[in-house]
């Protein structure tokens, strides 16, 4: 009687249909064998559920589920696992398997055991929106679902001043230099950019757990209004407020971007939350942000890009961190910023700076991964180690980036207000504030 074929190599029969040359990994099954290339990754596979899943979901989806629910995972650098996986598939292409590979395929698979009901949930919550794209009930279920998992768990993964966005490294090669010191620098260039005094008028939109508010108001004595359509980001940042004494310098308000009310600030920024709008809202965002600002006014928009042939996004991004996000090349948002009257200054590109940043974030999850796991549970804590391992290297391979982007409303005669070289701009003693018209 011959003896039964390992499932591994069961397993490589059935992905080869899909790989033009030889599999981008290694794997092992759940009988213990193994097969593929000796060199590539090592993924394993801990039972047909696993294979169940890709049969249920095939693609991106199916794969993340499998790893979230604990049926696949990946040995070694989980990082550099993917970056291997991507390159391999980009230079060698794959396949469409025609309808006798399909055929032995569904063979493969039934002998493997994967055939059967579809696997239950991975244990970890997926986004369901409903209505209209955009709308401001749709935009606040999609702001709920990513930034309201819980104020203990960002306060766990990010710094001490709860800023979750790039962070600027200026002395990357100190030991000593942490994240809390490359976010904190990162809010010193935001408001010298913005050219803060004390008086200044500025409106965050988007203001997260309010480490731009509270560093603007407390560092440069701005009159902050800060905006926000997460309901625990609202309470989170009014109690920071209270806790240092800053009620007569910030306002905090939970409401939609549409809604906000009012005009003539000196200065208007959105870190981060623009990915947020959305495409066919852009314009009217931009023109929004216009509105906004007296003329003279400076407006900086930090914001996450995507390169031209690039995607960006995805559908794990969609499903399990941020539906509904949108990016394009940052010259299309530079093009939309000043098809809505404003002139756009500068483009500072922090490309490497979020992969440190991210980089940061994930050391932690690791370094603390058993306290993330009993505060969220173990599938919602794969989430983010997926998450933040697939993004950190779409910044470093060049697949996404991140810019700051200060612009400026002019004046109708064409004054921007702005010091004739860059490097005024950060001078402690900006020009926001003063010399209104």
């Known amino acids: 009687m011959p003896a039964a074929i390992p499932a591994a190599d069961r397993l490589a029969a059935l992905l080869g249909h899909w790989f033009t040359g030889p599999l981008p990994v290694r794997l092992r099954a759940w009988d213990g064998s193994e097969a593929g290339p000796a060199t590539a990754p090592l993924v394993v596979l801990r039972s047909p559920a696993a294979l169940r899943r890709l049969l249920w979901q095939p693609g991106q989806l199916g794969l993340a589920d499998a790893y ?6 990946i040995e ?3 990082s550099a696992a993917l970056s291997h996986v991507w390159r391999t598939m980009r230079s060698q292409g794959t396949a469409k398997p025609g309808p ?5 395929a569904a063979v493969a698979a039934a002998r493997l055991g994967a055939l059967g009901p579809r696997p239950p949930a991975p244990g970890a919550a997926r986004a369901e929106l409903s209505g209209t794209l955009h709308s401001a009930a749709r935009d606040r279920a999609a702001i709920s679902h990513h930034y309201d998992l819980s104020n203990d768990f960002y306060a766990l993964l990010l710094d001490e001043s709860m800023a979750y966005s790039c962070g600027y490294w200026t002395r990357p090669d100190d030991p000593g230099y942490t994240l809390a010191d490359a976010q904190s620098d990162k809010l010193e260039l935001v408001c010298r950019k913005l050219g803060l005094t004390a008086g200044a008028r500025l409106l965050d939109v988007g203001c997260g757990w309010g480490s731009l508010t509270l560093y ?10 800060a905006v926000t359509l997460a309901l625990e980001q609202r309470d989170f940042v009014a109690a920071r407020v209270a806790e240092e004494g800053l009620g007569d310098l910030v306002e905090v308000q939970l409401r939609h971007w549409r809604d906000v009310e009012g005009g003539g600030y000196d200065a208007v920024t959105t870190i981060e939350m623009g990915e947020h709008v959305g495409d066919a809202e852009y314009p009217d965002f931009a023109a929004k942000l216009h509105g906004l600002l007296r003329p003279r006014g400076r407006l900086l928009v930090q914001q996450m890009s995507r390169g031209a042939d690039a995607p960006g996004g995805g559908a794990f991004i969609e499903n399990y961190i941020a539906p509904d996000m949108h990016m394009r090349p940052v010259g299309q948002t530079t093009g ?4 809505a009257g404003l002139e756009v200054r500068s483009v500072q590109a922090l490309r490497e700076h979020y992969t440190r940043t991210i980089n940061a974030w994930h050391d932690t999850l690791e370094g603390r991964w058993e306290e993330f796991t009993a505060l969220v549970g173990e599938p919602t804590a794969r989430v983010w180690r997926l998450y933040l391992a697939g993004s950190a290297l779409a910044f470093a391979e060049n697949r996404m980036g991140v810019d700051q982007i200060l612009a400026v409303r002019p004046t109708l005669e064409g004054d921007s207000g702005m010091p004739d070289t860059p490097g005024a701009w950060y001078a402690r003693e900006g020009a926001a504030g003063e010399g209104r018209p």
């Not at 979230?68 to 995972?73: E, K, N, Q, S, Y």
């Not at 603007?216 to 209004?225: I, N, P, S």
């Open 76 to 78: 070694g650098d989980l």
């Open 216 to 225: 603007a108001a407390r560092e440069h004595k701005a009159q902050v209004t």
């Open 100 to 104: 006798r590979e399909l055929a032995r």
């Open 336 to 339: 939309i910023l000043e098809d």
């Open 68 to 73: 979230i629910a604990g049926d696949l995972d």
